[in-house]
């Protein structure tokens, strides 16, 4: 759902543009209000905004103060993009400025951050998906350790080995012990995994909801691995003995 939104929000951001410089233009071109240009827009050039402007077109037929009506588009569209650039729009309008030429620096403006926002999405896609691949790498590495530790301490403590458990330390496992290396282990992954999340959500730039999809990603990795990874090495010490 998050994703959905996202790509939702991309769909408006990418339309905005075009939409202001349109309807600036045919207002200065009619020499009519804003209304009444809108009505000769050709929504189906606009798919992902043409619900949105619908209703605006109704709020101000139905004669409601124009800045609200502006306002609850933005605020429907949830994209901070749409709302600089209506806001400079709509005010722009209101003190009297030229139709055509408001839209068209307003719309330079939106596909100028439109253009950049596109730049820095091929750089943070290869960024989360490193991000994600090391996640998985680490979270498979922890459990690895804990699980050689977990299997091994059983295997010293089957073979009774008397006096060289007292002359080496290392030999000297306790349940305790391992008991707080298993607690620690799942707050780790859990830490890591908001860590991650938060990191791929903010170079990506998105909607704050992004870093769910990102986080459910973190904590299945480090689910399967927690499942898998003490499997295999039980299969593996059971298989060499």
């Known amino acids: 759902m998050a994703s959905r939104l996202d790509r939702d929000v991309d769909a408006k951001d990418s339309e905005i543009s075009t939409f202001l410089r349109s309807l600036g233009s045919i207002a200065t071109a009619i020499g009519s209000t804003l209304t009444e240009a809108m009505e000769k827009l050709d ?39 749409i709302d600089r650039s209506v806001t400079i729009f709509e005010d722009a309008i209101s003190q009297g400025g030229e139709a055509e030429e408001v839209g068209a620096r307003s719309s330079l403006m939106a596909s100028k951050v439109s253009a950049l926002r596109e730049k820095r999405l091929i750089v943070s896609k290869t960024f989360g998906m490193l991000t994600l691949t090391m996640h998985a790498t680490i979270s498979a590495l922890l459990v690895f350790i804990v699980a050689v530790v977990d299997v091994f301490a059983g295997l010293v403590n089957k073979a009774n080995m008397g006096e060289m458990k007292g002359m080496l330390p290392f030999f000297n496992f306790s349940p305790g012990d391992l008991k707080m290396l298993n607690m620690i282990l799942v707050p780790t992954l859990i830490i890591f995994a908001v860590a991650n999340s938060s990191a791929a959500q903010v170079t990506e730039g998105s909607h704050k909801y992004r870093f769910f999809y990102f986080l459910s990603i973190c904590l299945a990795t480090s689910g399967i691995c927690l499942l898998v990874v003490p499997a295999a090495i039980n299969m593996l010490f059971n298989f060499t003995s």
């Open 43 to 81: 929504l189906r050039s606009f798919p992902a905004l043409a619900t949105h402007i619908r209703q605006l077109n109704a709020r101000l037929s139905m004669r409601i103060a124009p800045a609200l009506c502006w306002r609850r588009m933005v605020t429907d569209s949830g994209s901070n993009l």
